[in-house]
């Protein structure tokens, strides 16, 4: 999905109330989303100014993750400036008088407290990945070091962050999408989780059980010497519990 493409659904507009609002064609409009013209030049700034978005979002042919996010992030914040509105309630005080209250309701606060959630996952993510990859454009070891390890102990505070919104949820309608979404974040966190565990002691057995992510990733943190903890003992069960791991993960 191009960059114009991502936007354009996340902002919720059509091509046809794109192509008005630029004196333009939906099948114009259609072209440029869907990669096979290049928005002209003469073009650009007006789509950018049109979204508030900088131009080189709408030229890339792939968005990262981040970057959806931030754009997501910044539909819901527009939106909520719109749409927050005044709720009337009754509260009674402590003698038993009802009082006519108002509350500001935002619809989307549900939706962007999770993306920003999502947003800070995805960053400590890529940065993880950094630390795997080595960055050898970093010549000085002991600052390369301390980096990671501010890294990985900002990632445990947030994992271990609670938030107060346990029994909130529950009661929360949400639709079969934003189920999936949170889903989704959990499976990321999960497997944040497991890094982290591996990195601050190697275990394969984090969590009470085996599984092929599990596997993978403790074969690649051996291979890159990041770890050098031998399987488990509960693991010399099996003939070769790596059987279906990559060859290029196995550790040498």
């Known amino acids: 999905m191009t960059g114009f493409e991502f936007i354009a659904k996340a902002f919720k507009a059509s091509y046809t109330d794109i192509a008005k609002r630029l004196n333009m064609t939906p099948s114009a409009i259609a072209d440029w989303a869907s990669g096979r013209r290049p928005i002209p030049k003469d073009k650009l700034p007006l789509v950018s100014k049109l979204f508030r978005i900088d131009e080189e979002y709408f030229e890339k042919k792939e968005l990262t993750e981040v970057e959806k996010i931030k754009i997501e992030i910044n539909y819901l914040e527009r939106a ?6 005044q709720v009337p309630d009754t509260i009674t005080d402590d003698e038993g008088n009802k009082h006519d209250v ?25 940065r993880l990945k950094k630390i795997l990859n080595h960055d050898f454009v970093m010549d000085m070891e002991y600052h390369r070091t301390r980096n990671h390890f501010h890294v990985v102990r900002e990632l445990t505070e947030l994992l271990d962050k609670d938030d107060g919104t346990v ?9 079969k999408e934003e189920v999936q979404r949170r889903r989704k974040i959990s499976e990321r966190v999960d497997a944040i989780s497991r890094m ?18 599990d596997q993978e990733l403790f074969m690649l943190l051996r291979k890159f010497k990041i770890i050098d903890t031998e399987p488990p003992k509960k693991m010399k ?15 040498e």
Do not use: M
Request: proline fraction near 4%; hydrophobic fraction near 30%.
């Open 167 to 175: 029994g909130i949820l529950e009661l929360e309608d949400i639709s």
């Open 80 to 85: 909520s400036k719109r749409d927050t509105h």
């Open 196 to 213: 982290l565990y591996f990195l601050n002691g190697g275990k394969l057995h984090a969590f009470g059980k085996i599984d092929e992510f």
């Open 237 to 251: 069960e099996f003939d070769d519990p790596f059987d279906h791991v990559d060859p290029k993960y196995k550790h």
């Open 102 to 126: 108002y509350f500001w309701y935002n619809p989307h606060e549900g939706e962007l407290r999770y993306k920003y959630e999502e947003l800070a996952y995805e960053e400590l993510a890529l």
